[in-house]
């Protein structure tokens, strides 16, 4: 994944994304998930959720880059405020009736339906499924005490293997990076949950699997970028 750091002003800040444009609005809408998700659909200024390798990006501009206006956090935002993703997690009840289903995050952009089986579905060689704009992390892939750039949460929260790597080529090797996961599995039923990144004072990232559905919305905020115009 490259990044390539174009000019930038009080309100935005624009990137090349592997060739791609990108173009963040400033500062990032605050709020929980569901807050920012409804500021995002009512706006009138042509925005969107940043996608995956979007936050990634972001999140380098803050913490690695930090030229002009990203290095300014009243502009930015993180890391004082945690990231919230935008993607809708579904976690699937531990059963083993569900066969490989069983535990596993269904990753999605918008509201989906549950498959009977993912048969169909495109295999990675990290071990999480693809199809379209949907991603499947198996509970081997993810539930651990820890992530890393090979954590299917990880990969499927940032689209890609490769971007997965460079957000974890963000923060310096040999950190702890403690992924939370509690109060995920407490029925029978498939729970939705939410992802948030926070960077602890000595450096440490920490990934949440938040299953109070947004964290605390004093605390989160979701980066926007400018929808592209043909």
């Avoid at 995920?184 to 920490?206: Q, S, Y």
Wanted: glycine share 10%.
């Amino acid at each position: 994944m490259q990044i390539e750091y174009l000019d930038s002003s009080d309100t935005s800040a624009s990137v090349r994304i592997d060739g791609e444009p990108v173009s963040y609005a400033l500062p990032p809408i605050q709020g929980s998930q569901s807050e920012c998700l409804f500021q995002v659909k009512t706006s009138k200024a042509g925005i969107s959720a940043a996608n995956g390798r979007e936050i990634v990006a972001f999140v380098d501009g803050t913490l690695v880059h930090k030229q002009g206006v990203w290095k300014d956090r009243s502009k930015t935002l993180f890391p004082s405020k945690y990231i919230v993703f935008p993607q809708i997690i579904t976690v699937m009840p531990r059963d083993k009736s569900l066969g490989k289903l069983e535990g596993g995050l269904f990753i999605d952009e918008v509201p989906e339906e549950i498959p009977g089986n993912i048969d169909d579905w495109n295999l990675s060689p990290e071990g999480v499924y693809f199809h379209g704009n949907r991603r499947f992390a198996p509970l081997g892939t993810w539930y651990k005490s820890e992530w890393n750039s090979d954590n299917g949460a990880v990969i499927g929260l940032c689209g890609s293997a490769d971007a997965a790597k460079h957000l974890e080529s963000i923060f310096s090797p040999g950190l702890r990076k403690p992924i939370s996961k509690e109060g995920l599995f407490k029925g029978l039923i498939p729970m939705r949950t939410t992802a948030l990144l926070r960077r602890f004072g000595d450096g440490r990232p920490h990934l949440v699997l938040d299953s109070l559905n947004g964290g605390n919305p004093a605390y989160g905020c979701m980066p926007v970028v400018f929808k592209q115009t043909a």
